[in-house]
């Protein structure tokens, strides 16, 4: 058993050399003696700690400070630059600190229309950052719309701290006008959470809630503060970040070498290797580390919708998303493996179908930083706890000395033949906008773009078509939140104003938060949102198609579709209604170009289906909507002139090496 090494994480050392380092630590048994001198260090600067200067607040010679100014210094020690929020009377001297961190320019602060929206535009900024988001949102019913976004952060571990304002203390627990325990509410879908009952405590409480959100599996906190904790006077004392190590609270374990090495023994024996991967490689930033280690020994991926980016689509070892709506290819793949790989993935049941047919001819290994995630849904033969970047890094290490050569071939041009055989759907080249075409559409018109989605067949489809890197994609997976991909995509423009962002919306999907073209107008944010408008809940159609003998309850949206173009101009930003096939590509790429925000509204084929798909209930195996062979065979005819294989006439793109035909 090892020990924890906080300066090792904390500095963030790159992953080889953190190896190398706790490696030799290893050798001349130093560890636990390193490991009790930085505790001690710790809890020296935390006992000592003297404030840096940052703003007035130090310069007053740390006389009295309000709660609400406390927190906007503590704030900015974390590093926040921007803040999500929208104000109401519980937290008005937090607002009133604000506004002065804000006139001094300290801090940003992002008026959204709606709490939800504010939370989900924190969610946004860390995924595409690596940071953590913060949102604001006033006690009662601004505490209570943050729910939906502090639920969809948590399922998805996005590190965010969430602050809300509370009825002063001697109102709580009387009912008072807008009292909600918030604390309550939220206590399943917070990693932890606070009520500051003394001002004092501030500081402190909010360097735990920054390691907390942001250490092990990231994850949402919460701290509410009541009115008149903001309002007292008190003798602050800063709190360096880091310094407050919560009680009760570790730092992940390194990896232990010897599940290393027990993971290599299965991985040197398999014949059929596949590695799955999870949210949790963007997170720890082990995409590097990750593609070194499957390049130097030849083993397919596949990712989920969190994982998307972490491995390079278009690379000829991936197979693409699996799952309900993954590739029938990566279906195939995680059915018929030996070993399953899964590195900072969950076994999610949208990823798995029917949980015991789900990669039943397989060993696994499972790399994770969550102890609760081990054995949950699947038992794994080896589990490598700790940080994945880092357990990566050794894998490729010892792989090394080890001279590991792995024969995969023989199962690398397995897969090729699947992919061969079942490509995703080519949408046909005339009549209506198919909405796969869509997607196609927006992958030529905008390489390197931020994508954010809504929830439905939009997302399956933009999942399916759509390359990205890593922290370039940002949908909600775990929760599966209608109404996200706007406010997530407004987080992730303020957080990166250069880039290209792009939210892929659904027609019902973008009315759950419709009122946020108002902050982004406001705000001049250049986001592209685009309608994949087929008058439905397509999804849930396409569930009642399926499973419900076509009783179509209450998922029709054309009666009362609003007029898109109207709304876009009411709000003050670019429209743009694409109808007919003809236009799409130029009208698209157009308005992608258009240096203002736009709205952008396609109408496409209203009933089409999303395929492949595994029906619930039934083993990834059994996915239905994919071509037979015959099909398919008949249609070879098309050469890919970057790698040279034989690929469906109908293909845009060489599902072999991603490459445009
Ligand atoms: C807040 C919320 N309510 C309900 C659902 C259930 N649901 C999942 S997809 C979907 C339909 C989405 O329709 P749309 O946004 O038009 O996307 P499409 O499937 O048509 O592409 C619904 C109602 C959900 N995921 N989230
Ligand atoms: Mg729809």
């Known amino acids: 058993m090892f020990f924890n090494l906080y300066f090792l994480v904390f500095l963030k050392l790159p992953g080889h050399f953190a190896c190398h380092l706790y490696g030799l630590m290893h050798k001349l048994c130093l560890l636990p003696l390193i490991l009790r001198i930085t505790h001690a260090l710790q809890l020296i600067v935390t006992l000592t700690s003297s404030p840096k200067s940052v703003g007035d607040i130090e310069n007053q010679d740390l006389g009295l400070v309000s709660g609400a100014d406390a927190l906007m210094d503590a704030l900015r020690r974390h590093g926040v630059d921007t803040i999500f929020g929208y104000p109401g009377g519980a937290i008005l001297p937090i607002y009133d600190a604000l506004h002065k961190a804000e006139s001094k320019g300290w801090l940003k602060h992002i008026l959204v229309r709606h709490e939800q929206a504010g939370a989900h535009a924190a969610d946004g900024y860390a995924r595409a950052t690596g940071k953590v988001g913060v949102c604001f949102g006033t006690s009662g019913p601004g505490a209570t719309n943050l729910v939906t976004g502090i639920a969809t952060a948590q399922m998805d571990s996005v590190p965010m701290v969430v602050v809300t304002g509370q009825v002063p203390r001697p109102a709580i627990g009387t009912d008072a006008f807008q009292e909600i325990d918030i604390f309550g509410v939220t206590l399943p879908i917070v990693k932890h959470s606070w009520v500051v009952r003394d001002p004092a405590d501030l500081a402190s409480v909010v360097a735990q809630a920054f390691l907390i959100a942001l250490s092990g599996r990231p994850g949402p906190v919460l701290i509410d503060i009541p009115k008149d904790v903001g309002q007292e ?23 232990d070498p010897l599940d290393i090495t027990s993971a290599l023994d299965l991985i040197e024996n398999a014949q059929r290797p596949l590695m799955y991967v999870g949210g949790g490689v963007i997170s720890a930033g082990a995409h590097k580390s990750l593609a070194a280690f499957v390049k130097r020994h030849q083993l397919p991926v596949t990712t989920t919708l969190m994982g998307k980016g972490a491995f390079d689509e278009c690379d000829p070892l991936s197979v693409g998303m699996l799952g309900m709506h993954g590739t029938a290819y990566a279906n195939y793949a995680v059915t018929e493996c030996d070993l399953l790989i899964s590195v900072g993935a969950r076994f999610d049941d949208r990823v798995t179908g029917k949980l015991d047919a789900f990669a039943s001819k397989a060993k696994v290994i499972h790399f994770e930083i969550d102890p609760a995630e081990v054995g949950k849904n699947r038992r794994a033969d080896v589990v490598v706890l700790g940080d994945v970047a880092i357990a990566l890094e050794m894998l490729l290490e010892f792989s090394k000395q080890r001279n590991l050569h792995l024969k995969t071939s023989a199962w690398l041009e397995r897969i090729h033949e699947w992919k061969q055989r079942y490509p995703l759907m080519s949408p046909p080249k005339d009549g209506e906008i198919y909405p796969q075409e869509v997607l196609l559409a927006i992958r030529d018109l905008a390489q390197g773009a931020f994508l954010t989605t809504d929830v439905g067949q939009h997302q399956m489809w933009a999942a399916q078509y759509l390359r990205n890197a890593p922290r370039q994609w940002a949908s909600s997976s775990g929760l599966g939140t209608m109404g996200y991909g706007m406010p997530a995509a407004l987080g992730v423009q303020v957080a990166l104003p250069k880039e290209k962002v792009i939210c892929i919306a659904g027609d019902a999907s973008i009315l759950m938060n419709i009122q946020e073209l108002g902050t982004i107008a406001q705000y001049k944010l250049p986001i592209k949102v685009v309608i ?68 952008i509204d396609v109408h496409v084929r209203r009933g089409e289906n999303c395929y492949p798909m595994v029906p619930p209930g039934k083993s990834n195996a059994e996915m239905v909507g994919i071509p037979s062979y015959h099909e398919k065979s008949a249609a070879i005819s098309r050469k890919c002139n970057s790698c040279g294989t034989n690929n469906a006439y109908s293909n845009r793109y060489c599902p072999d090496c991603g490459n445009q035909l």
């Open 532 to 599: 994949v408008n087929n008058q439905w809940q397509g999804m849930v159609r396409q569930w009642q198609e399926s499973f419900y003998e076509e009783r179509y309850s209450a998922t029709d949206m054309l009666p009362g579709m609003p007029d898109f173009m109207q709304l876009a101009n009411a709000f003050g930003i670019g429209g743009s209604l694409i109808t007919e096939r003809e236009n799409l590509m130029s009208e698209l790429e157009a308005s992608l170009n258009d240096p203002r925000p736009m709205l």
């Open 233 to 255: 006077l008190f003798p602050y004392v800063p709190v360096e970040p880091g310094s407050v190590v919560p009680p009760g609270f570790s730092l992940p374990n390194l990896p």
